[in-house]
């Protein structure tokens, strides 16, 4: 495996979704190319720092408006 | 061949700790984790509940939309972003999956089909907005764009120089600039922690699809924190 066959496989590696040859030729890689080492590290390290990460919170009155919503039209579907 | 990356810039030993725990430098990379499965999240009596709720529990229901009310408002904000857009998509989500509630098979995990509805709304939406920009079926480009021509140290953990409202900000704003259908992948599968197949169930596309969309993503992704986190980055 080459460089570029490092960058299309990040996302399978990372997933643990290789199969075992291929894995093994994407880590002998690596051992020979801090570049690709390196590059595997950061996009984990991506992949990693996003997980269930806040990045919106519900608002307060947001909040308030979907359960009175929820309530209403909940109460008028059962009429 | 010569490295396709090109400049990697000051190597430093702490970096290639990282994320591999203190494993030796020489050490290539740890064995993968496959991705997390929604099921760490789900709780013990949530079947209790979806049966009550089916039964016309409202207070049963209710408690269910109370444990996943901000998920769901994260993953709509984060396919739409526009908050009037996120707020509508929650709302009709729910209604529905209460409506709906009946035909729930009980083989998956409530919060995943309720994730599924939702971003569907939350697509609906987004494609009104934007009907000339957002299609799940248009083919992907050339992969050039996301090719990284050079890797640069990002230091030992490197979040850790951001408070973190700013690390909010920055994340945030990085999923901002992503086109919808690669966000909308990346947001299933790598924020709220769907399986490959799960996402390419509620998105109606392929596996291969979603794999290809991830993979684009999260280089992406990697490209625009590296702005960041870099030594010396924009901090």
Redesign the interface.
Known sequence: M???GV??S?????????GVAV?EEF?VH??G??????????????????????????PAE??S???E???R??GE?RK | ?A????A?QS?QPG??R???GNQAE?R??S??????LPSTIAREDEHLLVAAAKSGD?AA??EL?NRY??KI??LT??ITRN?ED??DS??DA??KA??HLGGFQEDSRFYTWLVRIAANEALMRLRKRRPNQFSLDEPIES?DDV??QE?E??GPS??QRYAQSE??EI??GA?DQLQPDFRVV?VLR????LS?EETAAALEISTAAV?SR??RA??K??QK??RY?RQGGAH
């Open positions: 080459n460089c570029d960058i299309r990040v996302s399978s590696y990372i997933d643990g979704e290789l894995r880590e690596l051992k190319c801090k570049g690709c080492t390196i590059f595997v590290q950061q996009t984990q390290f991506t992949v990693k720092i996003f997980y269930n990460a806040d990045l919106a919170d519900l947001a909040r408006r979907l359960h919503t929820l309530r039209r909940i579907s | 061949m490295c396709a990356i090109l990697v190597i970096l290639l990282y994320l591999a020489t290539t990379l064995t993968p984790n496959p991705h997390r409202a229901f209710e939309v009310e901000r408002f994260r904000m984060n908050r996120a707020e929650m709302q729910f209604m209460y409506s992969d090719i990284p890797i140290d990002w490197p979040e690390m909010r994340l945030s999923v990346f790598d924020v709220e922690g490959t794999k991830l993979l999260r280089l992704l990697r924190l590296q986190f």
